[in-house]
């Protein structure tokens, strides 16, 4: 058969370059219409939010004047900045504890691979209504529910970081591989050494990165629970900045930020280490 | 011949939600020591036999004897008797994340002491069997070394080395050399006979290369759709009858030639 030429397609070619148009045009209209709507949502966050650029260029001599009055840092606070920075990481440490422990129950129960749907589905649903609620909520709940200071900061965190840290956890079971453990199988290993050798080495690099992770964000959004008496730094940060201190705001923001640092430098080394 | 390693009679498998069967042999015995080639074209029912022999594919019908002992279609074998039978997987089946030693040792899993072992504590002999498995098939420099920083043919050398661990008495290779480059497909054929000869081990590869093992076995076992055709020296089967084997089903013509 003499091949046809190009510029007209035998019979069979139509149907497939007219499907290939339509294609091309569905996929160039969905462009277009995820474009407009999210102009569209530009649009109205703007308008709704009655922003004065005005205002705003005539800000920068105040913002100017936070900068001017926060300096000299007043270092008499230092003592009470770095004990509630310890409070801080008191309450990180734990709640991370705490999310920990929970998530390696509610971790294997959410694994679409350990457990029947009808468990699993559930759990991993409960999951992500834990990861809606804002911490901040949780927080003034749990102030309510045992009182002030760090035990309500601490059970806001571990029950706030579970929505996330067990869903990663599920996902670290089910990324396991199989096959090995086959291999073990078939090399007359028991239950437990088939977990132990097989699923253990495969879940380890995940679940050691993602409690690093979590312990990480639990440290930041800990700074702020002291805002609804849940313990911590975030009370001073609202003192200070409420009663206009701002040479005091100064050294607590200089101690946060050198305390992140130092964390993350801490983590990373970790991260080093098991790699 | 030796005494016998395996004897079948009458076996038969299906897939549970299938009609048809899959493997039905009637008769076929390979006696100990003994190196055969297990050839067919896919889905022929080589890695299902293979599977069946190993003790992890059960429900089957009929008689299967490994070792001098009867399998029970119902109940996985015994620890004793699932480490004197070694596998080797087409795919390596081997953990990524652990180096070389560990993924031998864990050949090792089923002589040694099933609680002690859940600590990481492995005998001396243990250990001793790991580091001559690994010496054997000629990687005792990458021992250290993460499964995943290796290639193909490497991967497959710690593979054989983690069956060698076993001390097995039938070496089966499900497609070993099927991921591999002709190069490295010969060294591992090489090294499979050459282990199985050391440790007196019978050796019973499947695969679909068979001009590349009709050189490391002694005898070739072929199947078409479950059933055995040809049962013989490698040099007795003929290229027509090859052919015959590896014919292709009608229904996998391509739609160019139709058209």
């Known amino acids: 058969m003499i091949e046809q030429p190009r510029a007209s397609p035998g019979p069979g070619m139509k149907p497939r370059q007219q499907q290939r148009d339509q294609d091309v045009w569905r996929h160039s209209s969905a462009q277009f219409s995820l474009s407009f709507a999210i102009a569209a949502l530009i649009i109205w966050s703007w308008a709704g939010s009655e922003i004065d650029i005005g205002r705003l260029g005539a800000s920068g001599g105040r913002i100017a004047d936070f900068l001017v009055r926060m300096v000299p840092p007043d270092l008499s606070v230092l003592p009470v900045v770095l004990e509630s920075s310890a409070e801080t990481l008191r309450i990180a440490v734990l709640g991370t504890f705490g999310c920990i422990v929970l998530s390696l129950v509610l971790g294997p129960l959410a694994a679409a691979t350990l457990t029947p749907r009808w468990v699993h589905l559930p759990i991993k649903w409960l999951l992500a209504a834990v990861r809606g609620i804002p911490l901040i909520l949780v927080a003034m709940l749990m102030v309510g529910a045992v009182g002030l200071g760090p035990l309500p900061g601490i059970l806001a965190i571990a029950f706030h970081a579970t929505g996330m840290l067990a869903k990663f956890y599920a996902e670290a079971i089910e990324g396991i591989d199989p096959s090995p453990m086959e291999a073990l199988d078939s090399a007359g290993a028991t239950f437990l050494q088939k977990l132990r050798f097989g699923a253990w080495p495969q879940m380890v690099p995940d679940i050691v990165r993602d409690t690093l992770f979590r312990f990480e964000m639990n440290l930041r959004e800990s700074l702020i629970l002291g805002i609804v008496g849940a313990g911590g730094i975030g009370f001073y940060i609202q003192i200070y900045v409420r009663t206009f201190q701002y040479e005091k705001v100064a050294t607590l923001t200089i101690v946060v930020v050198v305390f992140v640092i130092l964390i993350e430098i801490a983590t990373n080394a970790i991260r080093r280490l098991l790699r | ?259």
């Open chain 2, 1 to 259: 011949m030796a005494t016998a390693t395996l004897t079948l009679r009458n076996l038969s498998y299906r897939y549970p939600d299938e009609d048809t069967e899959i493997l039905a042999i009637s008769a076929l015995e390979v006696g100990a020591g003994e190196r055969v080639a297990l050839i067919g074209a896919s889905g022929a029912g080589k890695s299902t036999l293979l599977r069946l022999l190993d003790g992890r594919l059960r429900d089957f019908r009929g008689d299967a004897s490994v070792l001098g002992h009867s399998l029970d279609p119902a109940a996985p074998p015994p620890r004793s008797r699932r480490c004197a039978v070694g596998f080797v997987f087409q795919e390596f089946a081997l953990v990524e994340q652990a180096t070389v030693r560990r993924n031998v040792l864990n050949g090792r899993l089923g002589r040694t002491d099933p609680w002690w072992s859940l600590l990481g504590r492995f005998t001396d002999e243990d250990n001793e069997a790991a580091a001559r498995a690994i010496e054997d098939v000629g990687i005792a420099e990458l021992a250290e070394r993460r499964v995943d920083r290796l290639s193909g043919g490497q991967r497959q050398r710690v593979a054989i080395a983690r069956c060698l661990a076993q001390d097995p008495r039938l070496i089966l290779a499900d497609e070993p050399i099927s991921s591999l480059d002709p190069v490295n497909a010969e060294t591992i054929l090489a090294l499979l006979r050459d282990s199985a000869l050391k440790r007196q081990a019978t050796l019973l590869i499947s695969s679909h290369q068979p001009r590349l093992v009709a050189r490391y076995v002694d005898r070739f076992v072929a199947l078409d759709r479950g059933r055995i055709v040809f049962d013989g020296a490698p040099r007795a089967l003929h290229d027509e009858r090859l052919a015959g084997i590896y014919e292709e089903p009608a229904d996998l013509t391509s739609p160019e030639r139709v058209a």
